[in-house]
């Protein structure tokens, strides 16, 4: 299994209250990895990231993204914590909003919640890996709070896609 960096400046992820590590630090999910995913549809999830308690569940969600070309790019991966911050704003739209209500249905009846097995390996759901085309080589991407799933070149595709939208956003932060 290849990384394709060598260094991490990921943060410490652990459970207890709220996601925090031992050091009451929220997870940082930063940085890239490539890791082989084998026919079980398992692959390894990064070191850097890996909590410190191996009964920390994430929530999977099958996501899409606009370039895709297909109904879900990537799997959006969650801290429990996180997933309880989006059923809260999910419930408080109301069981009536029928745009809502399609939102949930696509999120819930798309996801999955796991903890990593015993050698440190997210096993994918086939339905789940099939969706988003993940056939040889996974993509980790961090998102700060968050994670992202990706197969390889779908991202590439994607990433060049919103290529003006991300120098513009780096505009807005300084």
């Known amino acids: 299994m290849s990384e394709d960096a060598s260094n991490s400046s990921a943060g410490s992820i652990g459970a207890g209250s709220l996601d925090r590590g ?3 630090v929220l997870p940082a999910f930063t940085w890239q990895y490539t890791y082989k995913l084998d ?12 909590p410190a308690d191996p009964r920390t569940l994430f929530t999977l969600v099958l996501w899409p993204h606009r370039a895709a070309g297909r109904n879900h790019a990537y799997v959006y991966g969650l801290s ?4 309880q911050d989006l059923l809260s704003k999910l419930e408080k739209a109301g069981m009536g909003d029928a745009r809502a209500g399609a939102l949930r249905r ?21 339905r789940m890996a099939d969706a ?7 993509l980790f991407v961090g998102t700060g709070a968050d994670f992202e799933i990706w197969d390889p070149s779908l ?7 919103e290529s003006d939208l991300a120098a513009d956003a780096y505009t807005q932060l300084v």
Do not use: Y
């Open 155 to 161: 991202h590439e595709i994607c990433t060049r896609a």
């Open 39 to 50: 026919a079980q549809k398992r692959v390894a999830f990064p070191n850097e990231w890996r």
């Open 80 to 83: 429990q914590r996180r997933f």
């Open 22 to 24: 031992s050091d009451g």
């Open 132 to 138: 988003i085309g993940l056939q040889k080589e996974v």
């Open 106 to 126: 696509a999120i819930f009846g798309n996801s999955t919640t796991m903890a990593l097995d015993a050698s440190g390996r997210l096993v994918l759901p086939v």
